[in-house]
Nanobody, 119 residues
Framework: QVQLVESGGGLVQAGGSLRLSCAASGGTFSMYNMAWFRQAPGKEREFVAA????????YYGDSVKGRFTISRDNAKNTVYLQMNTLKPEDTAVYYC????????????WGQGTQVTVSS
């Protein structure tokens, strides 16, 4: 069982930056492809970014390409989301996701961290 704890959320003005962190425990971190999702009030959960287990491949949702960067440090069991040029529409709860690279159907979620971007 993998536990994921997100941190780094908060209130920021439009145009500002935040860096989210997701610390993993209870499993072998390098066994998991990691991702960030977000969910705004009244909306479905949306894919934000993903990174492969070695960090060699990254993927982004269209709405964040060029502004967000996902990275990971396997030695620290942590995945990051650097968010730049934030917009009010980026306001959401951001969730960390771990998916077992040996078993696609085994996935874990963090509790989420709130990001609020004021205009």
């Amino acid at each position: 069982q993998v536990q994921l704890v997100e941190s780094g959320g908060g209130l920021v003005q439009a145009g500002g930056s935040l860096r989210l962190s997701c610390a993993a425990s209870g499993g072998t971190f390098s066994m998991y492809n990691m991702a960030w999702f977000r969910q705004a009030p009244g909306k479905e959960r949306e894919f934000v970014a993903a990174i492969s287990w070695r960090g060699t491949n990254t993927y982004y949702g269209d709405s964040v390409k060029g502004r967000f960067t996902i990275s990971r440090d396997n030695a620290k069991n942590t995945v990051y989301l650097q968010m730049n040029t934030l917009k009010p529409e980026d306001t959401a709860v951001y969730y960390c996701n771990a998916r077992d690279r040996a078993n696609y159907y085994r996935a874990y979620w963090g509790q989420g961290t709130q990001v609020t971007v004021s205009s």
